[in-house]
């Protein structure tokens, strides 16, 4: 069976741009949100603001997980049927998209309504522990698109 080059780039830069987005919004946006006292210029939000930004800013990265999820979903189910089946490879698959699923559905939209009812909402014990449940799914995603994307691309070059 002849093997469509442009699909399988595509997937190889759509997983890579995931991880990418991934890493600069948990290292890179996130720091300098929640930290703007450390900014040459003088810009103060309190954290209750830079929550609600970082909110903002995660709610709409979730288009691009629901996306994700959908695109690696219909990827590998595709390549399970032409037989190119691999353990790890089904293992990567199905944490990303259910971690962006998670994220998506459950953490962002809980976390956003729980920034809707106030201050006093975001100090709660339930918001810190869903806030740290939707930290450890976003590492866990990043992992698994850096497993999905380098054996991906070890068996496309076997093949």
Same mark, same amino acid.
């Given at each position: 069976?002849?093997? &469509? ?12 741009? +995931? ?7 948990? !290292? ?7 930290? @703007?006292?450390?900014?040459?210029? /003088? ?5 209750? &603001? ?5 909110? /903002? ?8 997980? #629901? =996306?994700? *999820?959908?695109?690696?979903?219909? #990827?590998?189910? #595709? ?8 353990? !790890? ?5 199905? @944490?990303?998209? =259910?971690? *962006?699923?998670?994220? +998506?559905?459950? #953490? +962002? ?10 201050? /006093?909402?975001?100090?709660?014990? @339930? ?5 740290? *449940?939707? /930290? ?22 076997? +093949?």
């Amino acid at each position: 069976m002849k093997r &469509n080059i442009y699909i399988d780039f595509s997937y190889l830069l759509v997983v890579g741009m +995931s991880l990418g987005a991934v890493l600069v919004l948990g !290292i890179v946006v996130a720091a300098v949100v929640f930290n @703007t006292g450390k900014l040459p210029v /003088e810009i103060l939000i309190d954290r209750y &603001n830079a929550g609600i930004i970082m909110g /903002e800013i995660f709610h709409r990265f979730s288009y691009w997980a #629901y =996306f994700l *999820a959908t695109f690696v979903g219909l #990827y590998e189910a #595709y390549m399970y049927k032409t037989g190119q089946r691999d353990a !790890i490879v089904f293992a990567a698959a199905v @944490t990303v998209s =259910f971690s *962006a699923l998670m994220f +998506s559905a459950v #953490y +962002s939209p809980k976390i956003l309504e729980m920034q809707a009812q106030g201050g /006093e909402a975001t100090t709660s014990d @339930t918001f810190e522990n869903l806030h740290y *449940a939707s /930290e450890l799914d976003f590492k866990i995603l990043a992992v698994a698109l850096v497993v999905l994307f380098v054996r991906r691309l070890m068996l496309l070059r076997i +093949s």
